[in-house]
């Protein structure tokens, strides 16, 4: 992270630093969880051949789903596109690169990444054709396969508060991939419901210790019963 | 809508479940299981990061707390919530007593395939394959054939399987299989269903061990 | 675990199942978040030729360095031994078999365990004595050491509250090693400040969540300013 | 009782200290930093698992609230705790901006030793091996020479070296050293400092580079 976090008014100047060609971890599981007013912001970026990191690519026309019709998505790295039938069909065009993973290891490569780990075994997929090509050990008479961490240039967040140092929590289910990805990438922001003064959150409580997050900004866009909608 | 076959496995595969449990239910059958558990003090995983699932009644629905088939759910006395990376360190750690999925195709081995059809857009895995590496029990819930009435307990899958783990358990609308020692046990029929109709919708060899 | 959580009365019952030759971790940086009554509970078992994951060996007499004066310690796996000098003493009497790891690797291995990690690769010890004999890999052109996960028979650790089902909070910089160490072990015993009803926890708040838990217990030996002194 | 070649070398590093960058403080000389940040914000970290350590009053020593050293600290507004798996992700993965670390030899490419002594009970080595890898710049604060006389600053060191990671900069109640394109450069002589002094008591190489 820079050493001075930054709360944002705009999610343009938010997503000023994001180019074409890197790579962006998107938090969120389906729309749940997911920072849907930076990803709007991203949308209107003009940047091309992103590789996105996220567990689907929205569902379609929404979330993710946007950046991908607008075909600014070179490669998704996920572990679930069949609920959003456009990403099967970029695919077939040969439109889009798909890195498909278990559910499991996206968050434990995502981990690894933001813990400094290089690589790691889990016994996930040996045996399959996810596994074909990879590394296989044996580790105590078992079979593992090696996977490498994952790293991102830019991670866009959701958290339900931030503290004006940055600190976060995150609300019920929607906290997901969110924190970790919090950890894994070179530049953070966070898009919450609230941001509140320091010592607001408890320190037994924070999440996402203030060190991981370079900038917060309030959510425009939340989910609700009725689905994606304004806020206030 | 309920389906009664759907029901009627569900109900079964809930039978299994034991005082004190953690159980990890998939999309579809056996997202009807917890319906069924009574008065069983069982607790419910999902792998987007919650233990302590509950059923939830319609007005009391929050968009941001779901389960791994994005529906939305409840939140039992005692529940907790954490991130899909610890979520799945609890899952291949060990520490999920019974999963109860759902399949595309099971084999002889008891191998399942239930992530990928060839030729098919499906370009999903979720957690599947992470459940049946870490799960100590795995129970399959499926209807005994596919829509064009062919048996999903084959021989070999066809499609490409989701584990070397064969699982531990099959509960269909016909019948319950153990496998045990490297084969497949019929080890019970569904209410009202003869011997012969299991037999004859079963493309997989099993060994008659009614109880 | 087992599939009911136990509430102890007796530390004697907590510990009913553990056996010489097991390997047992032990929370604690020090004797901060150290489980004092269960160490003083396994001073006084029959058993021998234990295996003790643990940061330190406690201090001179006190903690898990009762348990080494005791001789029931075949071999002690951490990262700090100095300030325990009767570790050295043993170590060079050949009494104590020792494995020293940097405490991130220490750390990271066990959280490996507990989370079905068979192994990962750090850059942590790279060039060093203590990488010496171990596997080396080179991922995106960097030097990176193979540590293998660690796993034990039992664990006994300290929190600060646990429900009537087993989740746990904990206190300040007392949580250190415990939460790991309680996803690493077949059986996880916790000795807590107080046990409270369920739903007392905020489901936001649990660090521990009671799956990992077999048993917990009120600690009758808690550390305070003027040293360690039995609770009530 | 405050040691004054310490509080010395513990100001100057103090100065290195940059608004809003996160620091983990070593045992020894480098505890004694945060006394000298004076209104700079910065926000140290405890490898045991704290962000937002303060220093702390003797009537509100709380013993469960320590650092690395297992001296009791105190705890800033905004702080937070985390198990030591996390706090070593932290380090690791590349989220400290700067560790300030004692040492007992450092050697012309700027490689440490300060974790092992041939032939003595010393059987530890820490958080020290993590911070030299993760931390984005490391400082040494030590004195010049060891009780005998002689330099810490050696040719090679004989002590058994703590990474391959070579430190950025050493900083003694001498002088000043940072480690740039391979060499040690001595970049500030310490007040009323002579440079024959720091010459006499140097084993390794360095380049002049007085500001």
Request: contains cysteine; negative net charge; aromatic residues 4%.
């Given at each position: 992270?820079?050493?001075?976090m930054e709360?944002f008014k705009?999610?343009k ?6 180019q074409?060609?890197?790579?962006i971890?998107?938090?969120?599981f389906?729309l749940v969880?997911?920072?849907l ?6 949308v209107e970026?003009?940047?091309k ?5 996220s ?5 379609q026309?929404?979330g ?5 019709l607008?075909?600014k998505?070179?490669?998704a ?12 069909e970029a695919y ?8 498909l993973m278990?559910?499991?290891t996206l968050a434990?490569s ?5 813990a400094?780990?290089?690589g ?6 040996v045996?399959?054709?996810?596994a074909?090509?990879?590394e296989i050990?044996?580790i ?7 996977e ?5 240039d830019?991670?866009i967040?959701r958290?339900?508060?931030?503290d004006?140092l940055?600190?976060?929590?995150y609300?019920?289910?929607a906290r997901?991939?969110?924190?970790i ?7 953070v922001?966070?898009?919450?419901d ?9 320190s ?7 060190l991981?997050v ?5 959510a425009?866009k ?6 994606v909608?304004?806020n206030? | 809508?309920a389906n009664p076959i759907?029901e009627?496995i569900?109900k ?5 479940l034991?005082e004190?449990e953690?159980?990890?239910l ?11 558990v ?5 607790f419910f995983?999902?792998?987007?990061g919650m ?7 319609e007005?009391?629905m929050?968009?941001?707390?779901v389960n ?10 005692g529940s907790?919530?954490f991130?899909?990376?610890d ?9 999920i007593d019974?999963?109860?999925?759902g ?11 239930n992530w ?12 599947a ?7 100590k ?5 499926t209807t005994h054939?596919?829509?064009?009435g062919k048996?999903?307990?084959?021989k070999?899958?066809t ?10 358990m099959?509960i269909t ?8 020692d ?6 019970e029929?569904m209410?009202?269903?003869r011997l012969?109709?299991v037999?004859?919708n079963?493309e997989?060899?099993f ?5």
């Open positions: 992270m820079m050493t001075t709360i705009t999610e100047e938010a997503l000023a630093t994001v074409s060609n890197q790579t971890m998107v938090g969120g389906g969880g997911a920072p007013t930076l990803i709007d912001a991203l970026l003009n940047v051949d992103l590789t996105i990191i567990n689907n690519l929205g569902e026309g929404k993710l789903g946007k950046l991908l607008q075909k998505v070179k490669k790295i996920g572990s679930y596109f069949t609920s959003n039938r456009d990403v099967g077939q065009r040969g439109e889009l690169e798909i890195e278990p559910q499991g434990e995502i981990r690894a990444g933001g400094g780990i290089g790691y075994y889990t016994k996930t997929s045996g399959t054709d996810l074909k090509g990879k050990k044996v105590d008479g078992e079979e593992y396969v090696f490498k961490a994952l790293k991102a830019v991670a967040i958290a339900h508060k931030a004006t940055g600190n976060l929590i609300y019920k289910t997901n991939f969110n924190p990805m919090a950890t894994a990438a070179q530049y922001v966070a898009e919450v609230e941001i509140v003064e320091v010592g607001q959150l408890k037994d409580e924070i999440v996402t210790p203030h991981f370079d900038g917060v900004i309030v425009k939340v989910l609700t019963k009725e689905g909608v304004d206030g | 809508m759907q009627l569900a079964r595969a809930a039978q299994e034991r004190g953690v159980i990890n998939g999309i579809g059958i056996p997202t009807l299981v917890s319906k069924y009574e008065d069983k003090k069982v995983h999902t792998e987007n233990l302590g699932v509950e059923d939830v009644l007005e009391k929050d968009p941001n707390l791994a088939g994005k529906q939305p759910v409840g939140e039992g006395v907790s919530f991130n899909s990376a979520s799945f360190g609890m899952i291949r750690g060990g520490h019974v999963a109860i999925l399949v595309l195709q099971v084999d002889r081995e008891a191998h399942i395939a990928a059809v060839p030729g098919k857009n499906i370009i999903g895995v979720g957690g394959m992470d459940l049946l590496e870490g799960a029990k795995v129970i399959v819930t054939t596919s829509k064009d048996s999903k307990i084959m070999e899958c499609y490409p399987i989701t584990s070397n783990r064969s699982v531990d099959i609308e016909l019948a319950v299989f153990r496998y045990l490297g084969n497949l046990h019929l080890t029929l209410p009202g269903v012969e109709e037999e004859k079963t997989a060899e060994i008659k061990s009614l109880e």
